[in-house]
């Protein structure tokens, strides 16, 4: 018999599997996890796991580096030769670099380091699912992977690329020209257009897909930590280098880099980054060793850049650099054709998580959901037909229902809009107004931060200084283990 820790959340994002020879933390990061609505398993050893992937299929693999048998490289290395599909995540205590870049070439979609934050993990394992979902597992071995369409099975479909509009079949077109060549790419969108998809779908029809993809979200960290992230660091460099560590360039060699909203980065690191555009070379923190890289880079930002750079918040040379071939997401208002067919893949989807048949819409609930301007876009629409299949009594549901859950005013023809959203009265204060919005949207996304502050197009550190200010108390700050 294998020993497995198992809760099925209906309402999970993805399947999870986390391995890991230490019970506390095993079970440490799996309620985190489940926490954020993903289905997880549990084993307590490398070989445990490799019986259930026999029966099991998982979006992404949580394994501890230091297990007694089988470590977690060798891990790796097994699910590499099986040719498994999921995502696999590396926890090390040791702060190896050979190690993490080793398992990194056999396949890792990326590690982290213990101790390490609650947001940290839920983050990493979220990118790790969102990339599984756009290389499909059946893929034959050599062929090239391929974006979603209509014709495709919906339970591993990549939500980004749901939709027959004009707009998107021009995006898929674009995707399917740039993402051959070595070009950087510059995509833009408003929050929730899935801009980070879009990205995933570029690095999956490239000829480095066998190579990492390696993301790095950087509205999440201060000017100190992002060089770090970017370039590594000597042991030594700064208070905590404890152990010397490789930094994304340097594990995305000869693959990708994708620098999620890159306008959060300081004015002074992006002049270094400046020179890894043009030289593919830098210096770890600390060290005056020259590394040299052979990596694409991608950008994201839901910003204006030019207006950023004629702000002089962004430079100038750098934005040259980074939109070499520029890409557009259409904001879901701009392709509301789309929205049946988004809807209908979600419920798909939901019901398949929920093990019941899809719920059903009324007419006038589906008129509802075409005719609102979806502020948070896709994410918006999901997270909608979520709560509608999990919460909803009514069947089939109806307007009334949906109406309770979306934003007061926001409809598509706004050739009439009301002077002031119910409950805001004219003359109110931009302060007021602000912390509404905030809070409102902060409910929306069920207290996550980071997806709030893209949502809003602000920085999580941006953000988390207004809760402050309305007196919100912080999350738990970090899980850590020794061994």
């Known amino acids: 018999m294998i020993a497995s820790e198992r809760c099925d959340n209906a309402d999970g994002a993805g399947r999870v599997l986390v391995v890991d020879d230490h019970p506390q933390a095993r079970q440490s990061m799996a309620d985190i996890l489940r926490q954020t609505g993903h289905r997880v398993d549990c084993y307590s050893s490398a070989a445990e796991a490799l019986q259930a992937i026999q029966h099991e299929a998982f979006d992404c693999i949580v394994t501890d580096l230091s297990m007694p048998g089988m470590n977690g490289v060798e891990f790796i290395i097994q699910l590499e030769k099986r040719q498994y599909g999921a995502q696999v995540v590396m926890v090390t205590a040791y702060a190896s670099v050979a190690t993490a870049v080793e398992a990194m070439r056999h396949g890792a979609f990326d590690y982290i380091e213990k101790p390490f934050g609650v947001e940290q993990l839920e983050r990493l394992v979220e990118q790790a699912i969102r990339r599984k979902r756009l290389v499909r ?11 979603w369409s209509p014709a495709d099975d919906r339970s591993d479909a990549s939500p980004a690329m749901v939709g027959s509009s004009k707009a998107m079949q021009a995006l898929r077109a674009q995707i399917a020209r740039v993402a051959p060549t070595p070009v950087t790419v510059l995509i833009t969108g408003e929050s929730g257009t899935g801009k980070e998809l879009v990205a995933g779908a570029i690095h999956a029809m490239s000829d480095r897909a066998e190579k990492p993809l390696v993301s790095l979200n950087c509205p999440v960290l201060s000017a100190h930590l992002m060089e770090s992230e970017l370039f590594g660091h000597q ?16 594990l995305a060699d000869r693959g990708t880099i994708l620098l999620d909203e890159i306008t959060e980065i300081d004015l002074n690191l992006q002049a270094k980054l400046l020179r890894v555009l043009q030289e593919k070379s830098f210096e770890r923190v600390g060290s005056s060793e020259t590394i040299r890289v052979d990596v694409r880079v991608l950008a994201t930002t839901n910003r204006d850049l030019e207006a950023e750079v004629a702000a002089g918040r962004f430079r100038q040379d750098l934005y040259y650099r980074l939109a070499v071939v520029p ?41 509802l959901l075409e005719n609102y301007a979806w502020p948070g876009n896709v994410r918006e629409l999901e997270n909608i037909v979520t709560r509608v299949s999990v919460l909803g009594a009514a ?8 109406r309770r859950w979306l934003v007061d005013g926001q409809r598509a023809d706004r050739e009439a809009p009301p002077a002031a959203a119910p409950g805001m009265p004219v003359g109110s204060s931009l302060e007021a107004m602000e912390r509404r919005l905030i809070e409102a949207t902060l409910e929306q996304y069920g207290g996550h931060r980071e997806k709030t502050a893209k949502a809003l197009g602000i920085g999580v550190r941006t953000l988390s200084g207004k809760l402050r200010q309305y007196g919100y108390a912080p999350r738990a700050k970090a899980l850590s283990k020794a061994g």
């Open 137 to 147: 597992p059946e893929t034959p071995p050599g062929a090239a992977p391929r974006l």
């Open 235 to 250: 042991r030594g460099a700064f208070t905590g280098a404890d152990a010397p560590r490789a930094g994304r360039f340097e």
């Open 327 to 367: 890409l557009w997401v259409p904001p879901l208002r701009d392709r509301l054709e789309d929205v049946p067919e988004l809807v209908q893949y979600f419920l798909g989807r939901c019901a398949a998580r929920l093990g019941r048949d899809p719920a059903v819409l009324e007419r006038s609930a589906m008129d």
């Open 395 to 402: 069947s089939p549901v109806t307007a009334d229902e949906l």
